[in-house]
């Protein structure tokens, strides 16, 4: 049986504020949202009277991007933004439709840019990377053909 993508998890500093950005401006829809502590879920994660609060978010076609925020065992990020070639994931990739128009509301809203949308060389798609509330790197891409 070959494996399927079940869901991307992300570890946040504050589930509230990363909903803000992946639910309010983003646009996925939150799917469920839950708190879990207890000796399943300290066995599941490896660490010892852990509390920790998940929101799951669901696009329309069903892959599910998780926000983890650890209540018991918060790591604080370095400071700044994570760097695009960091080892390990290194961003997670959205289709947006208006790219302009999305860039124009993360600056507003000061959500950090690399650049303005960029042209692919083909022309195919726009493209942009920003960084979400805990400086995860965001790909933001409009299809135009």
């Not at 983003?26 to 599941?44: M, N, T």
């Not at 790219?99 to 726009?126: A, F, T």
């Amino acid at each position: 049986m070959a494996a399927t993508i079940r869901h991307i998890g992300l570890v946040v500093q504050d589930i509230d504020t990363s909903l803000k950005f992946y639910s309010g401006l983003i646009g996925l829809p939150v799917a469920s949202r839950k708190i879990e502590e207890g000796v399943i879920i300290d066995r599941v994660v490896g660490i010892p009277n852990v509390k920790l609060e998940w929101a799951k978010l669901r696009d329309e076609s069903g892959v599910i991007l998780e926000l983890l925020h650890y209540h018991s065992h918060p790591e604080r990020p370095p400071c700044g933004f994570y760097p695009s070639n960091r080892h390990g994931a290194s961003h997670v990739a959205f289709t947006v439709n208006n790219l302009d128009s999305l860039y124009e509301e993360l600056s507003r809203r000061n959500i950090h840019c690399n650049s303005s949308p960029q042209m692919s060389s083909d022309g195919k798609v726009k493209v942009l990377y920003c960084h979400d509330p805990d400086g995860i790197p965001v790909e933001l891409v409009e299809e135009l053909s």
